[in-house]
């Protein structure tokens, strides 16, 4: 049983665990089909995470999903590490998305390129030419959306792709999730689409299930909207779902 509600804009769903990946899965195939056969193609981006996993490896599986009209983003990287590295965001959506479906075509930010103001005005152009017909997000444990981490985190960003500095408690995220031995390992920066730019698609899945998410889940509902909680920003999109299983909805 779905339990569904809303919080100001925002559709809520809750999904018991065992569903949780098929019906996120089925929203996203809905979402992509209805863009492929309005125009041709679908311009989606993806996140990365443990939170993501059985989400992906559902929705790759789809065959009423016409793949190769698919032109794929990703929402951030981490500055400095090059795509082979194990906890590359590249190397994540590359193994795990791009590999099993044969994508049109997939565009990397590139963490490791030399001129980082340059990576992000042509992933922003991109984004300009390619405007997002489907945009899937997790929420941080400090409540950040992408890499806008609280403190860097701006609801009218002029740039639809920054530099930024990571947050201790995003950086302890990464070494929790298991990617890096220690926090000294986290890189300190990281490229990122800003909120302005992933909130611009025509529709937003917001994929939060974990225990872990219960916190920021709770600020993100029930706070202020506002930067110190990032995915509070969420409550003001009508176009956006946010799917929570038992354990994440726990204290909503």
């Known amino acids: 049983m779905?339990?569904?509600f809303t919080v100001d804009a925002l559709t809520v769903r809750v999904v018991p665990a065992e569903h949780f990946a098929q019906v996120t899965a089925d929203h996203a195939a809905s979402a992509l089909r209805s863009a492929i056969d309005g125009r041709g193609v679908a311009h989606a981006m993806f996140a990365t995470g443990n939170s993501q996993l059985a989400f992906l490896e559902v929705l790759v599986q789809r065959r009423d999903v016409d793949w190769s009209s698919i032109v794929g983003f990703h929402l951030d990287e981490y500055v400095g590490i090059s795509p082979e590295h194990p906890a590359s965001f590249r190397r994540y959506l590359r193994e795990r998305l791009v590999a099993p479906t044969g994508l049109r075509e997939f565009h990397e930010l590139a963490g490791d390129a030399e001129d980082l103001d340059a990576e992000c005005t042509r992933y922003a152009a991109l984004?300009?030419?390619l405007p997002l017909d489907l945009c899937c997000v997790g929420?941080?444990?400090n409540g950040h959306l992408a890499f806008n981490d609280p403190g860097v985190a701006d609801f009218h960003d002029p740039l639809d792709v920054k530099v930024v500095e990571l947050d201790d408690a995003c950086r302890r995220q990464q070494v929790g999730e298991g990617h890096?031995?220690?926090?000294?390992?986290?890189?300190r920066r990281s490229i990122t689409v800003?909120?302005?730019?992933?909130?611009?698609?025509?529709?937003?899945?917001?994929?939060v299930p974990e225990r872990r998410k219960r916190a920021a889940v709770q600020d993100a509902l029930h706070g202020p909207v506002d930067e110190a909680c990032p995915a509070s920003i969420l409550r003001q999109q009508p176009h956006a779902t946010l799917y929570l299983d038992a354990d994440s909805a726990a204290a909503v």
């Open 2 to 4: 779905i339990r569904e």
């Open 127 to 129: 984004l300009r030419d």
């Open 139 to 141: 929420i941080g444990e």
């Open 180 to 187: 890096f031995p220690d926090v000294g390992a986290v890189p």
């Open 194 to 207: 800003t909120i302005p730019a992933l909130l611009s698609t025509r529709s937003l899945l917001a994929i």
